[in-house]
């Protein structure tokens, strides 16, 4: 059947190599001069981007890390989290977030999300609190803030630090201001998939905190200053010279990135407009979008993604299952009916094909297939 009915090409989630090919020698002239430098770890390229990365999200400093989840496990033991304390959290993100407090020996408190954005909800964060709470960590999830107003006074007035998990929105912003820069520490990704990826793995702790600075860039490096000597317990998380020097190129291509990811976005905003059974992404209030992923509800979830995937169209679910309910945090205690809003968007959520390089007519190609399969 398939040899007479020669499929269309697949429409994929996400691939980085029309991109590459369209920039390979820039991005091979980096790795070339890092690798003629002498200087494969911590050298110049690291500085330079942590100095660059970390005034572009509006903070004093950068310590460049091997993943988002080091930025965050580091995060929290540069804020002296440990066994017993709180960290307030939600459970529709990746596990990273959450196997990050566990690093740290640190108990986490999950918070239902507001439905519309699916994000951080503070009514029900205020629900949680506990005399052990220590630390909020809102999720910057899809590539949009979380509406930090009323997290921010309600920080304020419980005595709580703020730790942003970035990862899935460097560069968004909230009333005119980048993520990252609202809590004592910002904790950023460069997996190759995220807004801003790199070529392997990478992460960024940003603060203009000079006491957390000092000891985010101890506890990198073995908990040394220089020289051979720990002065405490410290880790080996660094982000290399190559993957510094390609993600300064990455950056000069951010808003053209971004450009090309909102018209996407616009052409699936128009095209999914006026179908009654399912939901485009809400932009809150006060916000950006920088559509890391456009995920769209609808009760009619599974039957659609078979429909699409007929069709050769590949999609995902961000996240298919909270993190609350997954096997490995079973000892956290939680049973289903803890997160209602949470689980029950678990079950209609749709990420569809979103990169910078798609091309308008799988995007169309997208549009068609939704469109049929609800008849509209
Ligand atoms: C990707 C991601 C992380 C972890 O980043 P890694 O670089 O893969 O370790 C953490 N939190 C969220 C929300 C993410 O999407």
New binding site residues.
């Given amino acids: 059947m398939a040899a007479e009915h020669p499929a269309q090409e697949p429409v994929r989630f996400w691939d980085y190599r029309d991109d590459y090919f369209d920039r390979r020698r820039a991005i091979l002239e980096r790795v070339d001069a890092v690798f003629a430098s002498g200087r494969l770890i911590l050298g110049s390229r690291v500085a330079a981007f942590e100095e660059r990365f970390s005034a572009w999200c509006g903070a004093r400093h950068g310590i460049g890390v091997?993943?988002?989840?080091?930025?965050?496990f580091l995060a929290l033991k540069a804020l002296g989290i440990g066994a017993g304390d709180e960290v307030l959290t939600v459970a529709n993100?990746?596990?990273?977030?959450v196997a990050?407090i566990r690093a740290a020996g640190a108990i986490p408190r999950f918070v239902d999300v507001e439905e519309s954005t699916m994000l951080m909800d503070a009514q029900a964060v205020e629900e949680q609190l506990s005399p052990r709470s220590r630390v909020l960590l809102p999720?910057?999830?899809y590539g949009q803030a979380v509406e930090m107003a009323p997290l921010l006074e309600l920080a304020g007035r419980h005595g709580l630090v703020i730790l942003e998990?970035c990862?899935?929105a460097a560069g968004a912003s909230y009333r005119g201001q980048r993520v990252g820069s609202f809590g004592a520490i910002g904790?950023f990704?460069?997996?190759p998939?995220?807004v801003l990826g790199g070529f392997g793995?990478?992460?960024m702790a940003v603060t203009s905190d000079e006491v957390l600075h000092e000891k985010l860039r101890r506890l990198r490096f073995y908990g040394m200053q220089g020289g051979y000597y720990a002065e405490e317990e410290g880790y080996n998380s660094r982000l290399d010279e190559v993957q510094a020097a390609l993600l300064d190129l990455q950056l000069d291509g951010f808003a053209d990135a971004v450009a090309r990811r909102r018209r996407i976005a616009a052409l699936y905003d128009d095209g999914l407009a006026g179908i009654d059974e399912l939901v485009t992404p809400v932009i809150g209030r006060d916000r950006d979008h920088l559509y890391?992923l456009y995920t769209i509800r609808t009760v009619q979830r599974d039957r659609l993604q078979a429909h699409l995937a007929e069709l050769g169209i590949e999609t995902r679910i961000n996240y298919p299952t909270p993190v609350h309910l997954m096997r490995g945090y079973a000892c956290l205690g939680y049973c289903r009916g803890d997160l209602p809003v949470t689980e029950r968007l678990a079950g209609e959520i749709l990420s569809l094909p979103l990169y910078p390089a798609l091309a308008q007519s799988s995007v169309l190609r997208v549009v068609a297939a939704i469109r049929a399969f609800f008849g509209a």
């Fill in positions: 091997n993943s988002g989840t080091d930025a965050l993100t990746a596990v990273p977030t990050a999720v910057h999830l998990d990862a899935q904790a990704s460069f997996y998939t995220k793995d990478g992460g890391y």
